[in-house]
T-cell receptor, first 115, second 108 residues
């Protein structure tokens, strides 16, 4: 079955540490997205990528970095510059990066906490 | 700025009909989507409106009025499993903007 796989499900970060969240999709989708969700809040866009080797900052990109070296993979690094990283992180993909009428498919998320 | 506003919480009883509203202010608007998210889970796509009018998918219907920058999700024959958060999302150029979310509580 096609889908999006995020790992790990839970992640703990120490002070001054960078951590990387994995996101892999086998849907052959062009576009991929990273969102942050805080308790009781909506989804805020961190980064998005319309095509391999290209990505754009979203609304809250500071303290985060991404890469898109392969179509199926879009890892997110939470750097030590992100002072409040505790949140639920969701990765999504859609068939087209230019046509926003395509539904987004989400992974099961990674819950990141500070130690 | 770009924003989508929804009521924070709606409560209804099993078997009833409930409407969740969404008003938006965005640039480059292509259409309105709706997503359901159960606690601790991933959002799942429910419906999409590109044009004005009503789209029906089983017990769920969604409506869009571009002239009013307004849409709603209508849930009929409510079931306990419908208790979840519901988000509207505006499709723009290359990306989506999500609403603040509405928590639906279905009472027995």
């Amino acid at each position: 079955d096609g889908g999006i796989t995020q790992s790990p499900k839970y992640l703990f970060r120490k002070e001054g540490q960078n951590v990387t969240l994995s996101c892999e999709q086998n849907l052959n989708h062009d576009a991929m997205y990273w969102y942050r969700q805080d308790p009781g809040q909506g989804l805020r866009l961190i980064y998005y990528s319309q095509i391999v080797n290209d990505f754009q900052k979203g609304d809250i990109a500071e303290g985060y970095s991404v890469s898109r070296e392969k179509k199926e993979s879009f890892p997110l690094t939470v750097t030590s510059a992100q002072k409040n990283p505790t949140a639920f992180y969701l990765c999504a993909s859609s068939a087209s990066g230019t046509a926003s009428n395509q539904p987004q498919h989400f992974g099961d998320g990674t819950r990141l906490s500070i130690l | 700025g770009q924003s989508l506003e929804q009521p924070s919480e709606v409560t209804a009883v099993e078997g009833a009909i409930v409407q969740i509203n969404c008003t938006y202010q965005t640039s480059g608007f292509y259409g309105l989507s709706w997503y359901q998210q159960h606690d601790g889970g991933a959002p799942t796509f429910l419906s999409y409106n590109a044009l004005d009018g009503l789209e029906e998918t089983g017990r769920f219907s969604s409506f869009l009025s571009r002239s009013d920058s307004y849409g709603y999700l209508l849930l009929q024959e409510l079931q306990m499993k419908d208790s979840a958060s519901y988000f509207c999302a505006a499709g723009g150029t290359y990306k989506y903007i999500f609403g603040t979310g509405t928590r639906l509580k279905v009472l027995a």
